[in-house]
């Protein structure tokens, strides 16, 4: 009999998670609403059991089936603290509603899944005082699971900050107190996350674990590493990169001449944010750091979200933008990973996906170790 473990991976993008979990686990149902996002899994993938549409037109049916893991990452957009705070009202981020009603469905006509993961920002945790990740947790719980949650930030794995909320949700008749420590204790446990426990309701603190899982080992490749040989960004002119200079901050500036004083090729990355000046008008502002570490993903808009790969050598400076296959990477994507053609499909799919080998560091420590007592159970039985 195939115990191979199966799961339903929720606003799916390009198919990051399952480019985790391709090698131990067996993609059932995968659904995403967004066309670009879906010709991409498909050349990944196939289209095996991809579902393109609204997932509140998702056939209930199709959850009628013995699945162990739901994955779910749903849009951001509203719970981040670049957007307007909309959180779980807002148009994009609200649809956590609808996807909620389908897992309600599946559990009632019992075939609840073993885990539910559920990945965003963590500004989850903020927006409208945590009342919004109050609301998500208590729903987990209603339908019969203990719930935890992690925030994992990107650079312990690539060299790239991104820090993110995982959400664990564990079917209540399985026991994992294995994997739960009595306090938050551990490098994921951030004091954010702590201090939303404190606060939060009766009924979660009542079916709360804080999981155990080990630091990481392996340190993350530099970003030097990750530098494309042939990239399909062109160097920007001298005047352009004159340009970036004069939008640069003292403190910015300052690490563009300690850069120099090395006499050695120091690569960092340069982002544009909107900052206001003296008079309080919004001016935008571009800002460096060359601390190995990529700044945060994001999908592009109007050019300004999109980072700028700033090469120093001494005097020269040269810069552009991050090339398609270096922000594959930066989303620990494999090298056999097909990117889409168009340079802003390639930005806003990396931007709104998941981080690969953090879907992997959960699998090892969290998923595998529930899907042992599965098979457990099985050979009893």
């Known amino acids: 009999m195939d115990h191979t473990p199966r799961y339903a991976e929720f606003f799916c993008g390009g198919g990051m998670v399952r480019a985790a979990l391709q090698e131990n686990w067996h993609c059932v149902l995968a659904n995403d609403i967004d066309e670009m996002k879906c010709r991409v899994y498909r050349e990944n993938w196939s289209g095996t059991g991809l579902f393109e549409g609204d997932v509140a037109s998702l056939d209930p049916e199709f959850l009628k089936q013995d699945i162990d893991l739901y994955w779910a990452s749903s849009p951001c957009q509203d719970f981040s603290l670049a957007g307007k705070g909309l959180g779980l009202e807002g148009a994009r981020s609200g649809v956590f509603k609808p996807w909620f009603e389908k897992v309600r469905a599946a559990v009632k006509a019992g075939f609840a899944p073993r885990v539910i993961a559920f990945e965003n920002?963590?500004?989850?945790?903020?927006?409208?005082?945590?009342?919004?990740?109050?609301?998500?947790?208590?729903?987990?719980?209603?339908?019969?699971?203990?719930?935890?949650?992690?925030?994992?930030?990107?650079?312990?794995?690539?060299p790239q900050s991104r820090p993110r909320l995982f959400i664990i949700a564990v079917r209540r008749d399985i026991d994992a107190?294995?994997?739960?420590?009595?306090?938050?204790?551990?490098?994921?446990?951030?004091?954010?996350?702590?201090?939303?426990?404190?606060?939060?309701?009766?009924?979660?603190?009542?079916?709360?674990?804080?999981?155990?899982?080990?630091?990481?080992?392996?340190?993350p490749q530099s970003l030097e590493n990750v530098l494309d040989t042939d990239p399909d960004t062109p160097w920007f002119s001298d005047e352009h990169v004159a340009s970036l200079?004069?939008?640069?901050?003292?403190?910015?500036?300052?690490?563009?001449?300690?850069?120099?004083?090395?006499?050695?090729?120091?690569?960092?990355?340069?982002y544009k944010r909107g900052r206001p000046d003296a008079a309080g008008q919004v001016r935008q502002r571009a800002e460096v750091r060359f601390d190995g570490i990529a700044g945060c993903l994001r999908t592009p808009a109007g050019g300004s979200s999109r980072q700028t790969i700033l090469i120093v050598h001494g005097d020269k400076i040269e810069a552009r933008l991050l090339s398609r296959l270096e922000v594959s990477r930066l989303m620990g994507l494999p090298a056999t990973y097909r990117m889409p053609a168009r340079y802003n499909d390639a930005y806003r799919l990396a931007g709104d996906g998941v981080v690969v080998p953090i879907v992997r560091y959960l699998d090892e420590h969290i998923f595998q170790p529930i899907l042992l007592k599965r098979l457990v159970e099985r050979e009893v039985a």
């Open 121 to 158: 920002v963590t500004g989850l945790m903020s927006r409208r005082a945590g009342k919004d990740l109050d609301h998500v947790l208590r729903s987990f719980i209603s339908l019969g699971y203990k719930v935890g949650a992690l925030e994992i930030d990107a650079s312990h794995f690539v």
């Open 245 to 270: 200079l004069s939008m640069m901050s003292s403190p910015s500036l300052g690490r563009i001449e300690a850069a120099k004083a090395t006499n050695r090729t120091v690569v960092g990355t340069l």
């Open 177 to 219: 107190t294995t994997l739960c420590q009595p306090q938050a204790r551990g490098l994921f446990c951030s004091p954010r996350l702590v201090r939303f426990h404190g606060a939060c309701s009766r009924v979660i603190q009542k079916n709360w674990m804080w999981f155990r899982v080990p630091s990481p080992t392996t340190s």
